[in-house]
């Protein structure tokens, strides 16, 4: 199955995410300090959060509590890269939308951290989740239990056809993607990504919000959503930094650093 982007190698990108240079940088951008601010409002214990955060340490499994519109939620967390995955959306809006909306369909759900933040918007919302690897299905569904049955799981991947797929794990469970070599291959089944998306416009008439985060396949599930699909769908939140948009025909595109999210016309 074809990626549709230019790959780095695993060690690479995981370095990227936190090396010196990258936290360099940070010093300099508002956005988190944005996020450290937020972390002392919303988080039951903003101290051991933030030393979490910036040291990339701690022991693990721990868990995290954040004050949402809907109330406080407990998120479980095992390892450093799960605290990165809290501030950056529960704290530094990496996917904030201006409506988050009732139905949501979510592609890439790793252990669930950005369900709970879309689920914990608005009581009556409804998430449809794609997560393959079955250590991360098992923290998701701990994660998750609080929001009963709003949560529709399928342990899947998701691509360009329905099969199975080589999938590169690793131990964070955040890396992983179908094609990368992280030294570790397991075969999972893969969804096609259109077919997803008809189901559910076909359950509801409309989606809210698409997430997608399918490490090395972001551009290709993207750009292939046709007009008939994407036209029903009011917010595509990508985590891909995307030059050009491939859905002008019916959203306009912000970037977002990394983060492009695509708004309905």
């Known amino acids: 199955m074809q990626t549709g982007e230019t790959e780095q190698s695993f060690d690479s990108v995981v370095r990227h995410r936190r090396s010196a240079s990258v936290i360099l940088k940070a ?55 799960d605290v990165q995955t809290i501030n950056e959306i529960f704290l530094r809006g990496d996917y904030d939308v201006p409506e988050a909306g009732q139905v949501i369909v979510d592609f890439g759900s790793n252990i669930g951290i950005s369900a709970a933040w879309f689920l914990s918007r608005r009581p009556d919302s409804v998430i449809y989740c794609h997560e393959p690897v079955p250590r991360n299905v098992e923290r998701l569904k701990k994660n998750l239990a609080q929001f009963g049955d709003r949560v ?52 509801h008439g409309r989606i809210n919000t ?47 650093n990394f983060v492009t999210m695509f708004r309905h016309k």
């Open 27 to 81: 010093l300099f951008e508002r956005r988190h300090y944005v996020a450290a601010a937020n972390a002392l409002a919303r988080v039951d214990a903003p101290i051991d959060f933030l030393k979490r955060y910036v040291s990339n340490g701690g022991q693990y499994p721990a868990d995290i509590t954040v004050k949402t519109p809907q109330g406080p939620i407990t998120l479980t967390t095992y390892s450093p890269d």
């Open 152 to 203: 529709t799981l399928h342990e899947t991947a998701v691509g360009t056809e329905n099969g199975m797929v080589q999938f590169g794990w690793e131990p964070t469970g955040r890396y992983g993607g179908v094609g990368r070599d992280t030294g570790t291959w397991i075969e999972v089944p893969c969804a096609d990504s259109n077919e997803m998306l008809a189901d559910v416009i076909a359950r």
């Open 210 to 256: 698409l997430k997608i985060d399918i490490e090395t396949m972001e551009a290709a599930v993207t750009s292939r959503i046709p007009a008939e699909l994407s036209q029903k769908i009011d917010f595509v939140v990508v985590e891909y930094p995307f030059e050009t948009n491939p859905l002008a025909a019916t959203h306009t595109m912000e970037r977002r």
